[in-house]
Structures are given as C-alpha cells and as structure tokens.
C-alpha cells in the first residue's frame, strides 16, 4: 500500500512539473479582436459609429513540457524558441519595457497621422532619451534600468537622441559622467564611470546602453488611450483610423465590422507585423467582416536571405483561403489606402 501510495506521489509531480516547468520556448496561437473604440477618448466626440474599428492580437505565452507537446499537434499553434520572441541581450523586464514602449510609439505616430489626415494641428515634445535595455558588464549595469529616461549629461539638457551620441564621443575609458534621468516619474541623478561596450565591434568608451528617442504629442481636441495590458507596435493602423473616425463627422466605418494589423509609421505608411496568419482566424472567429493587412514589398535581399518569406498580405489571402472565410481581405500600404477605401464603401 505505502508503496503504491509512494508511485502516486511521483506521478503527481511528474504531472505538475509538465504542467508548471516553464521551457525557453513560447507557443503563438489566435488571439481575439478588441473593440478599439473602447480604448480611444476623443475629448468633445463621441464614438456613435454605426460599426466597429478592431484591433488584433495573438496570444503568447511561455511552453511547459505539457503545452509543448499538445501544440505540436494544434494546426494553428505556433512553437518560437525564446531568440525569435527576445532579444538575446535584453531579460523579460527589459522585453517588457520594450514591448511598452512599442505600443507607446504606435500611439504617437497613430495621434500624429490621424491630425494631419484630419487637417488639424498638433505639438510634438521631445521627453529624453528612452533606455531600452542595459548591458551586462556595461558601465550603467546596476545604475540604470530599461524604462529610465536620460534628460541631462554633464548638466546639459539633451534635446534630441543624437546630442547623447555627440556628448559621449570624446569621453575616454574611466571618465566619469553625470547623468540624470527620470525612473517612475522622478527625477534621479548618477555618477557612472565609463567602461567598453560590451560585445561591440570598436572598443570604445559608452554607458552600455540600447536606447530610443521618447516623444510626446499634444493634441486639440485631447486623446486618452487606455492601453495597459497591450504591448507591441501592431494595433497602429486601427488607433489611427478610429482616432480619425472620431474626429470627423462621418462614419468611417459604414455599419461595418472592421479589423486590420499594421505597424503606423510616421510618414503614414504601414508596417509589416508578425503573426498575421493567426490574426486572419481570430477575427474570422470574431465575426469581422472586412479585415485590413499590410502590403508590405520583400526586398531581393529579404527574398534570397529568407526565400520563404512573403508579404503581410499574401500570407493573409492564403490564410483567408484556408479557413474559407467570407471576410473581405484589403490590402494597405499606408493609412490612405484604408481611409480611401472605407469612403467608397457602401452603407450597410
């Protein structure tokens, strides 16, 4: 009896260890569509659309032993070792940060766009400079973290990404620099003394950081957006097009369920994204009805480094095609495409 009470007991955590051990891996599979209007204020507007503008997402998360195996036989779960999904310098808070300050840029460049497009002013402030992760070994690893923003060198206020690189360029190995910068919304100072970069080409003098400019924008009418617990740069497209929608009189959307993936960038144009297919079968499940995908061009170079890979959109009708979906797939290369589209389409 003990002993089989014993073989229990060793089956029970060989159960919990498949079900709790987490592996450098993560499985990707379908999200779900969410309502962007329901993240997006414009002060003085209402979101009285007659349809609805939809982000998409696709759900992450880290394999246990179990999961691993059962998405080895899902059709559409997706197994990414942990290089394809982080950067093999940064740690999970560094992702993280990384990830937030993506979706932080999407909100910009969406606000940015949708004003000009409305033919309305807006006002751009430089914040500092963005730390998105810091190096091990480096000359601010225990100093700095990712999510500082460097606003002072030496006493001298940075005013663009590019006068931290001029500041820096003279300084010599064991020089030291004063630094301030902004954690959790206060305002820090450190002393670091300066070491090689680690893992670089030149060897030269550096604070051992990876970094991006942070801007931000004011608006006239204001824009809140309600985006804590989504990360990355991809729901750009639809912030901007429900931003514009909210703006002006008309109804962009014409009684319609409307969803779409795309990076925003600050010309207008749109970026490709990752994990599109998965995006297609998520807003077919959702009921969407007319679905917005990067065109995106392959480069020669891209094509002969990845001969498999192909455009947002072309994956996109493939995936359309394989679950016999009725959504109508549009291809956009930047936001004009989608707003010209949506003004010829017919009511419901």
């Known amino acids: 009896m003990k002993r089989k009470i014993g073989i229990y007991a060793v089956l029970i955590v060989v159960i919990c260890s498949m079900m709790l051990y987490r592996l450098d891996a993560y499985i990707m599979k379908p999200g779900s569509a969410y309502d962007v209007s329901k993240f997006v204020t414009v002060d003085s507007k209402e979101a009285d659309s007659l349809g609805s503008m939809s982000l998409m997402t696709v759900a992450m998360q880290q394999a ?34 990384r990830q937030l300050k993506l ?28 730390i998105l992760n810091v190096l091990d070994g480096g000359a601010s690893d225990g100093i700095l973290k990712a999510g500082d923003e460097i606003i002072e060198v030496d006493g001298q206020k940075i005013t663009n990404q590019q006068m931290l690189v001029e500041l820096l360029q003279p300084k010599q190995l064991g020089d030291q620099v004063s630094i301030q910068f902004i954690r959790n919304e206060e305002q820090q100072k450190a002393t670091i003394t300066l070491k ?10 550096g604070l051992g950081i990876s970094y991006t400019e942070s801007k931000s924008i ?7 957006m309600k985006t804590e617990d989504i990360g990355g740069p991809s729901a750009g497209l639809m ?9 002006v009189d008309e109804d962009l959307t014409k009684g319609y369920a409307i969803a779409g993936t795309g990076e925003m960038l ?48 072309t994956t996109a009708v493939k995936t359309a095609k394989e679950i016999g979906t009725k959504m109508k797939i549009v291809p956009v290369k930047n936001v004009d495409d989608a707003i010209n589209y949506l003004k010829q389409l017919q009511p419901k």
């Open 64 to 97: 246990t032993p179990f999961s691993y195996l059962w998405a080895k036989t899902q059709k559409y779960q997706k197994l990414m070792d942990i290089e394809q999904v982080r950067n093999p310098l940064e740690d999970d808070e560094e992702y993280n940060v």
């Open 103 to 130: 979706m932080s840029d999407s909100q910009f460049n969406a606000k940015y766009v949708a004003f000009q497009r409305a033919g309305l002013e807006t006002k751009v402030h430089f914040n500092g400079v963005f």
């Open 196 to 205: 090689e970069i680690p893992n670089a080409q030149e060897h030269r003098a």
């Open 218 to 224: 004011e608006t006239d009418p204001q824009v809140t």
């Open 239 to 247: 912030f901007t097009l429900e931003i514009l929608d909210q703006l």
């Open 266 to 313: 600050v010309d207008g144009s749109v970026g490709r994204i990752g994990g599109i297919d998965y995006k297609i079968i998520a807003a077919d499940r959702d009921d969407m009805e007319i679905f917005f995908a990067p065109d995106d061009e392959i480069s020669p170079e891209m094509k002969a480094k990845y001969p498999e890979l192909e455009s947002n959109y």
